[in-house]
């Protein structure tokens, strides 16, 4: 929310991969809260009916 960053694959192959790179300067009022919250998320469909999507959620902090 705070990058506002948000990126689409179209394709990707088995085995092939792809990143991403997002910045963010931590602030004062981070500072004051003590702590920064990275979230990252994805999604993929399969093309496979006998095979399940796949969701990944990433929830990382870091105390400052």
């Known amino acids: ?17 792809r990143s991403f790179t997002a ?13 920064v919250r990275n979230v990252a998320a994805a999604k993929g469909t399969s093309p496979d009916p006998d095979k399940p999507d796949v969701t990944a959620l990433l929830n990382r902090f870091w105390d400052i």
């Open 23 to 35: 910045e963010y300067t931590v602030t004062d009022e981070d500072v004051a809260s003590g702590s």
């Open 1 to 17: 929310e705070l990058t506002e960053d948000e990126w689409k694959i179209d394709s990707l192959a088995p085995g092939e991969n």
